[in-house]
């Protein structure tokens, strides 16, 4: 896929993916309307804020990476061609679904709304079994060892603390 229409691609799949899931459906749900925080602690909105603040730039950089250097989107309709192991990929298999979780869970937080955090966790859940079933089968498919080494020295879902270099 030439790279302008894997950019095109990638911006018109994160309106539709991450722009709906963690920025329409949590305004939906809250309104973006301030409850008393959670515990009636503030600190809390502090941290929903933090989690916010790292999670927008994660959804952004992956998708670009998707777009430059897989040539291809994170949409399974139209995937990269390359597999991309470089920015946040060298820390964690899926950092897309955890920036998206972390944004709607930072919302929840940010404005105390317990529904969030039902459907943070809910969509966290959805994630994992499409990347169980569907995903990670497709990419050992697609890339063969190439994949197979991505996957057995960075983890699914918890960051490594030291970036991985390749093989």
């Known amino acids: 896929m030439p790279k302008a229409i894997a950019v095109l691609g990638s911006a018109l799949f994160f309106v539709i993916?991450?722009?709906?899931?963690?920025?329409?459906?949590?305004?939906?749900?809250?309104?973006?309307?301030f409850r008393p925080a959670f515990f009636g602690i503030d600190l809390t909105r502090v941290l929903g804020g933090l989690l916010i603040v790292a999670g927008v730039p994660g959804v952004v950089d992956s998708f670009a990476r998707?777009?430059?250097?897989?040539?291809?989107?994170?949409a399974p309709v139209a995937?990269?061609?390359?597999?991309?192991?470089?920015?946040?990929?060298?820390y964690v298999r899926?950092?897309?679904?955890i920036a998206v979780v972390a944004v709607i869970l930072g919302?929840?937080?940010?404005?105390?709304?317990?529904?969030?955090v039902w459907y943070g966790a809910l969509l966290w859940l959805s994630f994992h079994?499409?990347?169980?079933?569907?995903e990670e089968p497709t990419l050992k498919e697609t890339f063969g060892t190439e994949y197979e080494s991505f996957r057995t020295n960075v983890p699914r879902w918890i960051p490594r603390l030291t970036p991985w270099r390749g093989a």
């Open 107 to 116: 919302q929840a937080l940010l404005f105390a709304d317990g529904r969030l």
């Open 66 to 74: 998707f777009a430059l250097e897989g040539l291809g989107t994170p």
């Open 79 to 90: 995937p990269a061609q390359k597999l991309v192991v470089t920015g946040l990929y060298r």
């Open 129 to 134: 079994v499409f990347v169980v079933v569907f």
């Open 94 to 97: 899926n950092p897309i679904y």
């Open 17 to 33: 993916a991450p722009f709906v899931l963690a920025g329409v459906v949590p305004w939906w749900v809250t309104q973006w309307e």
